[in-house]
T-cell receptor, first 114, second 110 residues
């Protein structure tokens, strides 16, 4: 069974540009969440989707947005990139929207903003 | 607001030692606690998941305990090996989100 797949693996952008990251969850998983990891702030929750609906959102500016498609694949978009957006962006999936479910993470997308 | 702390931030041990990693959280109203391993530049690998009603979970050389009332969890690694070198993160689940600790960077020397 394939794991959580994130594309692209690496991205280099310049300030002011926008970027879209993709996440394909494990087959059968309907919940997808996104996290930002930086050396200074650690891992921080961005948002979570279940059945195409955003159920929870972390404390990030509106430049960060996401969506989920009917096949559970999810995309995350960051507009007007800033240097501080450089980070490893991780996506996680689980089968159902149940609190006891284990989360499975992808390998992440490493975004560098120059 | 939930806060999760991991101590120590870094740990270096010789191969073969048994070791304990600590995780503490401020709000005990959690659904579960999960321990992850992260290798440099990689994603997270789930090691153990402890439900709020459980006291411990075991997988191979790993044992994780949870004391919800005191807001603490420990990850015990028996007979450590160089391949165990990685960053270990704990995360508590509340609702639909995880709150992570800062991690413990473990180095096991041959």
């Amino acid at each position: 069974k394939a794991g959580v797949t994130q594309t692209p693996r690496y991205l280099i952008k310049t300030r002011g540009q926008q970027v879209t990251l993709s996440c394909s969850p494990i087959s059968g998983h309907r919940s997808v969440s996104w996290y930002q990891q930086t050396p200074g702030q650690g891992l921080q929750f961005l948002f979570e989707y279940f059945s195409e609906t955003q159920r929870n959102k972390g404390n990030f500016p509106g430049r960060f947005s996401g969506r989920q498609f009917s096949n559970s694949r999810s995309e995350m978009n960051v507009s007007t990139l800033e240097l501080g957006d450089s980070a490893l962006y991780l996506c996680a999936s689980s089968r159902q929207d149940r609190e006891h479910e284990k989360l499975f993470f992808g390998s992440g997308t490493q975004l560098s903003v120059l | 607001k939930q806060e999760v702390t991991q101590i120590p931030a870094a740990l270096s041990v010789p191969e073969g030692e048994n070791l304990v990693l600590n995780c503490s959280f401020t709000d005990s109203a959690i659904y579960n606690l999960q321990w992850f391993r992260q290798d440099p530049g990689k994603g997270l690998t789930s090691l153990l998941l402890i439900q709020s009603s459980q006291r411990e979970q075991t997988s191979g050389r790993l044992n994780a305990s949870l004391d919800k009332s005191s807001g603490r969890s420990t990850l015990y690694i028996a007979a450590s090996q160089p391949g165990d070198s990685a960053t270990y993160l704990c995360a508590v689940r509340e609702g639909n989100m995880l709150t992570f600790g800062g991690g413990t960077r473990l180095m096991v020397k041959p």
